[in-house]
């Protein structure tokens, strides 16, 4: 199994995030993760999706998704082919970082930044690759002090001069 990650593009329309995802439900693949925005073309926004599966599935995923009606694209890409990030906030507990001078020293360590400091906790962010995102989650993990930990849905540009959808819409003749 590999980690694919597949970018969608779609009219802004209600109800297409649930076809989307039906299309993984009926090949009983699960999403590891999933984040919607706008895209940088106004009216379009962007899905990216991440699931572990083989190359004929994610092939067969894609080409079912790009045949719904209000989908523009629809493309998968390995982890080579893109760049992709994700960002994470861990609630630390301030008593606990205050008596351990290591949990400071492995926040830094990570880059991460400490954005908030109270007498009760203590928030710090990070914006890494998924692999450095647990990472840190495990360090601070070992020293017991971890209240509360979320990431987003990852995040992720090609590695093409332009986006697909551009050249794409281009071919087509619609301006953006």
Excluded: W
């Amino acid at each position: 199994m590999t980690l694919y990650t597949i970018i969608t593009y779609s009219e802004n329309f209600a109800g297409i995030l649930n076809q989307i995802t039906a299309v993984f439900t009926r090949r009983q693949v699960n999403i590891e993760s999933l984040n919607v925005c706008s895209s940088s073309t106004p009216g379009v926004h962007k899905y990216t999706i991440t699931c572990y599966c083989t190359e004929e599935t994610v092939q067969l995923v894609t080409k079912q998704i790009e045949k719904k009606i209000d989908v523009l694209q629809a493309r998968y890409y390995t982890s080579d082919q893109i760049f992709i990030q994700e960002v994470a906030l861990y609630k630390l507990s301030t008593p606990k970082m205050l008596e351990e001078s290591n949990i400071s020293r492995t926040i830094r360590q990570h880059s991460a930044k400490i954005v908030e400091v109270n007498e009760t906790y203590s928030v710090v962010t990070l914006t890494g690759l998924p692999e450095d995102i647990d990472s840190l989650f495990a360090s601070l993990e070992s020293f017991g002090c971890v209240l509360q930990f979320v990431r987003c849905g990852a995040i992720a540009v090609t590695k093409n001069r332009r986006e697909l959808l551009d050249e794409y819409l281009e071919t087509l003749g619609v301006n953006h």
